[in-house]
Every structure is written in C-alpha cells, then in structure tokens.
C-alpha cells in the first residue's frame, strides 16, 4: 500500500495461545493425509485385530453367544496381561507400518522446498516445529495402539466388575508406556531420517534397514555366541524386553540345547540384557535423534 495513506493498522484480534501453536502443523498435515482414499483403507485394516480383541472379551460374559457358538470359556484365552500383551505388540508391529507412510515426507518436503525459513521467520521455535511434524505421528499411532486399548481394557473393567479393575489397574500405566515409548521411537526416527534424506522413497528404504538390519544382526550375534547380548542392537527386541517388564512378563534366562563340535547337545542358559540396559539403549537412540535434528534444522543454509 501507499505510504502516504497511512491506513496500516496492527492487527488487534485473538491471539492463538504459545502452547497450541505447533497445532497448525497435524491440522494442515491430516487434511493432506486423509485425503487419500487409498491410506483411509489402509488406516481401517489395522483396526480389524481390535475388534477381534473385543470380540474375544464379550465372549468371555455372554453365555448365550457361547452357547450357540458351542464354545467353552475354558477353551478361549484368558483375559490377563498376556492377552493385552499380545495385542500391544500386534498393533505396535502394524503402526510401524502406518509411520513408514507417513513419517518420511514430512520434514523432507519443506527442506526440499526451502520452506523451514517460512516456518522459523515467524513467531514459531525450531522445538514447536519438530512437536508439530511429531505430533502427527503421534496423533495417528495413538488413535490405533493404546487409545482404543484402554478402551477395551474399561470394557473388560466394566464386563468383569470392580475387583477385577482393582486387581488390574496396574495394566493401565503398562498398556501407555509400551505403546507410547514405541510411538516417540518411531517419530523421532521417521523425523530424523526425513530431516537427513529429501527424498521420500529413499528416507522410506533407510527407516526400514533400521528397524530390520540390527534385528538381523543382533540375531545373528545371539546365534554364533550362543548370547542374548544382539538384542541390545535390535529395535524390535528392545521394544519386546521393554513391553514384557512392563506387563509382567520378562524372562531373564532362557534354556536352550546347543550342538558342539562333537556333535553332543549340551544345555546352554541364556540371559537376556537386563531391562535397564534396554531402556538405556532405547534412551539413547532418542538422544541421538534429537541431536541430529537440532543439527540440521536450521533456518538458513550456508551453500559453499
């Protein structure tokens, strides 16, 4: 406009808060995301083990379904922390997939734009930033791991009585943290790789090679040396330690017959790593994604 006209005026309508700013980033993301027919259908299949979940918890109080079905209550799996269990790992292995769509572009295309110095020229921190690419993994993961397994947790609450609640509760915290570590695992990788490599297919290759290549190694490890020691390198194994002591379930030896070069089998017992070295592992791997991404988000770029 004209200098002379002297219309300009601050703006002086709301102001959105500080704390919900990095929000902007999951709305326009989703609106992109859902736009796809393909990953909708996609996004639905993974929900089908939940409602055999809850299936299989209804069967368990209704004896006339039982009756018709001719099925003895004996004979379905009971209703404990091994069940919810396996269920957090199920859905856990399927969200890998969910953030391998979704995670790669997110950061790469507006590095490959040159559209981070739009973001970070405004009243919007390099941190906000990077909680509002995660955040949409986040969001998308949550709402397929344990959202809807609490859910059926308060159904199973609410099918088998308070005692049952009261005995149980402890679930709740197990049911989060395993699932919630997973989710900000993936996140912070998916952001990391998509922050190093612009390119989505390339970026989608790498993040698989990470979660597949240690795991294979690590197996490997345990094999030659007759070890469990590999699975501090594997993802997959640290997330199963991990998810196991929170529900319970972690076994720290393992027996196991082995061949030598007589061919004699001898008993051999295998430790597994301790759960603090687990989660240490797991801590560090966060740690050094944050760092990576500290590094290359910037606002500018020095090209030499």
């Known amino acids: 406009m004209a200098v002379y006209e002297q219309t300009y005026r601050r703006y002086m309508g709301p102001l959105t808060p500080e704390w919900s700013r990095f929000l902007i980033i999951p709305r326009h993301a989703f609106r992109a995301v859902f736009s796809s027919k393909l990953f909708i259908g996609f996004y639905s ?6 409602l055999v979940e809850a299936i299989l918890i209804y069967l368990h109080h209704n004896a006339n379904a039982l009756g018709v079905l001719r099925v003895n209550i004996v004979d379905l799996l009971p209703i404990d ?5 396996t269920f957090v790992d199920l ?16 950061v790469s295309r507006d590095l490959r734009n040159n559209a981070l110095p739009l973001y970070l020229c405004r009243p919007f921190s390099r941190t906000e930033y990077v909680l509002g690419k995660m955040s949409v993994i986040v969001i998308l ?3 397929l791991t344990w959202v809807p397994q609490l859910l059926l947790f308060l159904f ?6 308070g005692t049952w609640l009261r ?22 990788i998916s952001q990391t790789i998509s922050a190093l490599v612009k390119w989505r297919v390339v970026a989608s290759g790498i ?8 795991s294979a190694f690590g197996a490997f490890i345990n094999e030659v040396f007759a070890t469990r020691i590999g699975n501090l390198v594997s993802l997959i194994a640290l997330r199963t330690n991990v998810t196991s002591g929170l529900f319970g379930n972690f076994v720290q030896s393992v027996g196991r017959a082995r061949s030598d070069f007589t061919g004699e089998l001898t ?33 500018y770029e020095v090209v030499k």
């Open 45 to 50: 299949i993974f929900f089908i083990p939940l």
């Open 156 to 161: 199973q609450a609410y099918l088998e009585g």
């Open 267 to 299: 008993q051999h017992v295998l430790n597994e790593p301790p759960l603090w070295a687990s989660w240490t592992v797991l801590f560090l791997i966060c740690a050094v994604c944050l760092a990576l991404l500290s590094m290359r988000l910037k606002a």
């Open 141 to 143: 993961l949550s709402g």
């Open 81 to 85: 922390a091994s069940f919810f269990q």
């Open 207 to 214: 993040m698989i090679g990470l979660i597949l290549i240690p």
């Open 167 to 188: 005995d149980n509760l402890w679930m709740v915290s197990a049911i989060f943290i395993s699932s919630f570590v997973w989710i900000l695992l993936l996140a912070l």
């Open 91 to 106: 859905q856990a292995g399927l969200s890998t997939l969910v953030a391998l769509l979704v995670g790669p572009p997110l």
